[in-house]
């Protein structure tokens, strides 16, 4: 079993900056495909950005150019810089590994509240 332990959040002014982690135990990080996903109260979860165990990124349009993901497989973590933010990125924002070892795997963090307010 894989535990994703996410830190980071909090409450931030429009135009300020937070940056996500996400510590995963166990050993299968480096060869899965890391992500986080958010969801805003009334909406459907959604996802903001993805990386691959070969570093290929993928964002969501609404955060391309302000947000980055990054890993350190090194240290099991996974990174979400937030920068520009706006009261609509707003939301709780998971972190997920997923990948395939002789069956598929899907593990999901607890979330760590974003809120961006003046």
């Known amino acids: 079993q894989v535990q994703l332990v996410e830190s980071g959040g909090g409450l931030v002014q429009p135009g300020g900056s937070l940056r996500l982690s996400c510590a995963a135990s166990g050993n299968i990080f480096r060869i899965s495909t890391t992500s986080w996903y958010r969801q805003a109260l009334g909406k459907q979860r959604e996802l903001v950005a993805s990386?691959?165990?070969?570093?290929?990124?993928n964002y969501a349009d609404s955060v391309k150019g302000r947000f980055t993901i990054s890993r350190d497989n090194a240290k099991n973590t996974l990174y979400l810089q937030m920068n520009r933010l706006k009261p609509e990125d707003t939301a709780v924002y998971y972190c997920?590994?997923?990948?395939?070892?002789?069956?598929?795997?899907?593990?999901w963090g607890q979330g760590t509240q974003v809120t961006v307010s003046s």
């Open positions: 997920n590994i997923q990948g395939q070892i002789l069956r598929s795997y899907d593990y």
């Open positions: 990386i691959t165990n070969r570093d290929s990124t």
